[in-house]
């Protein structure tokens, strides 16, 4: 049996993505939740879902756990996996983390690019790795079993929380450093901490994390992905796309400003491309795991070990948490 | 002219503790109204003190400005002026530092003891400085004229906020460290940056800050004070009690714990003595400051310099934010 996860994706979410998704065979899709988002935020936008789920339900349903993506498997549907870019949503509240996880929230990321009460984004000048309270809440989310998430945090932080985390982190949605300097790439370092804990990293599919960003060719990111395998287990890499597909680019503005700033910041962009950047033509959205596929058996992936990448060590990565 | 203001103040509000208050002589207070409280919680405090306002009108009225204080020492009652020893009414909403402005708030703490989204706490075991967010908040407090306050924020974050504030912060209560190595007592290096930059630092009659604790003497108290004077200017310093007298034991250890850990933090304190610590007996509350008087006369200040010391000093730097 072989699996299609996408961990990460932020689309604007409608049918349409979601029968794109279907055609791509997603079995199982992370999808971000909540950016800047408080508690009381957030339960609206978990409301909004709910409306998701029942307008078509013939395509998606809301996933919990490993056997949700099995489910999917057999009814040609889309489990779709709660995630948190920020910890907003647990406001100054440890008590917050088991509610959300009650809701269905598997993912939270300790930090959105700045400082958050619990560790060092990946935007700031200095790292204190993590914080009091986030010693606090990594005990807490391992109890609840909801999974740590540093893709956007700073690199000391990042390799605190694997070290305090009895349980494996995840990098959901970002690209090695070696290949391409994006501003929140991961280092050999972080590479090398997640395989000895036994973390994943899902490759990112969105054009500032890669080489020649929108020009990036298949043949080079599969490459990258073969490259990375010397420095992390075959068995510990996946997808996390992060496709933000059909938004407007007022939605980046405020993916990187929120309510924290009264100037602007272009975060991983600058002042002359300030907007989300087009998809590589190879991958203009989920049916570009058709071309993935191809392309890792083109640089050489035998048969399982391309399954294992495009969502068979997602789903073993699942289990641990049920 | 002489004024005497305690510049910090979290009593259990009561009648009691306004007469108090008034039989001192204070002409101004500053008021904690927030440990942990977001916004909205926030918003009930307030509430409360309009009832306070109301109910004690011939002993106290809320403090906006200087002229206040003036109007305090004419009608010979205590004007109480908002702050906040902690960020968190400000959310992740830099426009919530104008609104709060707006009701009053004169002073806040960019960290209370851990982690903040604008710089690190004293407590913490690394210190990031100021954050991103950190910044951008410094900017609007000196646009709306609110002052900066990190009498419970780490070191390097103190300096940074005075390097890049533009206007001169304060640490309304804390001691020296060169008296007693009090877990959030001041080095040598902060007094002398508030001195360059015109800063103020208030002292403080908590036990834990105290040479001694509860058996410190006021002779020993008021030589710390002449020995600070050799490291920042008489002209910029004062008193900020850090009374919190009348409440539970239960208080102290909201304070200390907030939401934020399941487990039990003591803060200052230990787990054999976790409570608020007795007072001195020579300041037992605000009536103390007479025999603040008379002991900085004994250790060689001059009627002018204790005026200062014991309110002047406060009620000149109050003025640069009228």
Known sequence: MSYKIDNL????????????????????????????????ELKINIEKWEE??????SLIFQGFNSRDIEKAKQENKTAIFFGLQNCSPIEDNIEYVERLKNLGVLFMQLTYNNQSLLATGCYEKRDTGITRMGREVIKEMNRVKMI????????????????ISE??????????????????????????ALNDS????????????LKNSSECTLISFCEMIAETTKRISIK??????????????????????????????FGEGNASNAGF?????????????????????????SEEETHDILG??????????D
Chains 1, 2 share one sequence.
Not at 148 to 153: P, Q
Not at 312 to 321: G, I, L, P, S, V
Request: glycine content about 6%; hydrophobic content about 35%; proline content about 4%.
């Open 52 to 57: 998701y789920f029942r307008d078509y339900s």
């Open 236 to 265: 510990q890499i996946g997808i996390g796309s992060d496709l933000c597909i059909r938004h407007p680019d007022s939605i980046v503005e405020w993916m990187r400003n929120g309510t924290w700033t009264k100037t602007k910041d």
């Open 198 to 209: 036994g973390g994943m990293i899902g490759f990112s599919l969105y054009p500032h994390h």
């Open 167 to 192: 349980k494996p982190i995840v990098i959901s949605h970002a690209n090695p450093l070696f290949w391409h300097k994006g501003l929140r790439n991961k280092s050999d370092v972080v590479l090398k």
């Open 148 to 163: 740590i998430d540093m893709s956007h945090s700073a690199e000391f932080s990042t390799l605190e929380a694997i070290e």
């Open 277 to 301: 950047p087009p998809q590589p033509n190879w991958f203009e959205d989920a049916r570009g795991f058709i071309n993935l596929e191809k392309g890792l058996k083109d640089v050489g992936f």
């Open 312 to 321: 068979n060590n997602w789903y073993n990565f699942y289990q641990k948490f």
């Open 9 to 40: 994706q932020y689309c604007n979410w409608s049918k349409e993505i979601f029968e794109i998704n279907n055609k791509a065979n997603l079995d199982a899709v992370h999808a971000t939740i909540c950016y800047h988002e408080d508690f009381d």
